[in-house]
């Protein structure tokens, strides 16, 4: 068994961190002030676009897709320690290199079920970061967990498609800059075969009968780095049927393929962001004293770091199978390892940051200090993305399955 990365992940490892030490982390500080002066809070910074701007000409740039005539042609494991070091800086590092979801997922769907028009419509300027772009499934009105539920309708009507519902949670439509909705809903609700009934169709933001409604928040955050998350109603929105993804009948099926790759990109961030919980925790330890010594030297602190340390190390190494399993048997065979990290990450990765604030004490639940919205960030991935029960329900059927 060999433990070390090859060669190209070294020499792009050592690349990105200079890039996260030279330009990302410096540019923490500097967002948060552009943007308090910004017209609309929706408004991307200028100091985004110089990171990636700079982070193109560097070549770390669509690390995230593994097709080389497209991306950086990456396999899961090298992308793997990349995308960790990204998740240190989750606000600013996935969009300044053009990895950042859900544009990644959007992008992957159409590079393997877009036709040529779509992709030199809407794939080019996605892949060249001048647009960006939304997944929209969730509905307030269902358990959304369960995509047999959606009612959103897709209904032909000669050479166009009309789309007719009501979704939530669109990350970053809210963002003036995301172009382009993938919208899942139902092209047959009655047909007999359920995982057959849902569509995705393109729908550009300009279309009539689009409304971005409000931004839903995220623990009272309204994630402006993220381009928010919307509301949004689309009523009797009109589109060409060319814009139709693939076959009708084949949303399921599309969206089961979009979700593997995007739940370990999430997992390997997660990584990072336990990474800098602990390196803000351990500087805390050693910079503040209470009853006469600093915290680091109180025994239940050691416990937290290195309870943490331990984690992060199981965590990393499960993450690290699952990517090499979905390199050399593919995301179905690695369904089991994709399931387990995804259960497992977040909620270790919030128990993390959750020390790491009560170490800060005050400070921790502050805005001085980026712990409190790191936290936010790792709660709500125990729910996006598929709840863990969901994932749960899942792998044990298939491990109750060996024994019937
Ligand atoms: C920050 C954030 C960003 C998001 N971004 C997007 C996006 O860009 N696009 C998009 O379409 N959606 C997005 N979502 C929505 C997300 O994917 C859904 O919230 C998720 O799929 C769950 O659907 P639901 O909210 O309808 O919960 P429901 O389906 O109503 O489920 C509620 C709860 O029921 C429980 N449950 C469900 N099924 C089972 C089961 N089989 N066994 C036991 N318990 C169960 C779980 O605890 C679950 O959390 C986002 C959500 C958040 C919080």
Sequence with gaps: MDFAFDARTEELRARLLAFMDEYVHPAEAVAEEQRAALASPWDTPAVVEELKAEARRQGLWNLFLPDSEYGAGLTNLQYAPLAELTGRSPQLAPTALNCAAPDTGNMEVLTQFGDERQKKQWLEPLLAGEIRSAFAM??????????????????????????????????????????IFIVMGKTDPDGEDIRRQQSMILVPRDTPGVTVKRAMRVFGYEDHYHGGHAEM?????????????????????????????GRIHHCMRLIGMAERAIELMCRRAVSRDAFGKALGQQGVVHNWIADARVTVEQLRLLVLKTAWLMDTVGNRGAHTEIQSIKIATPRAVV???????????????????????????ARTLMIADGPDEVHQRSLARRELKKYL
């Design 138 to 179: 969730t509905e307030p009105e269902v358990a959304s967990s369960d995509a047999t539920n959606i009612t959103t309708r897709i209904e032909r009507d000669g050479d166009e498609y009309v789309i007719t519902g009501r979704k939530w949670y669109i990350s970053g439509a809210m963002n003036p800059d995301c172009k």
């Design 351 to 377: 128990d993390i940051i959750d020390r790491a604030i009560q170490l800060h004490g005050a400070g921790g639940v502050s805005q001085d200090f980026p712990l409190a919205e790191l936290y936010a960030g």
């Design 233 to 261: 109603i689309f009523d009797h929105a009109r589109v060409p049927v060319t814009h139709l993804i693939g076959e009708e009948g084949g949303g399921f099926a599309i969206a089961q393929a979009r979700l593997g790759p």
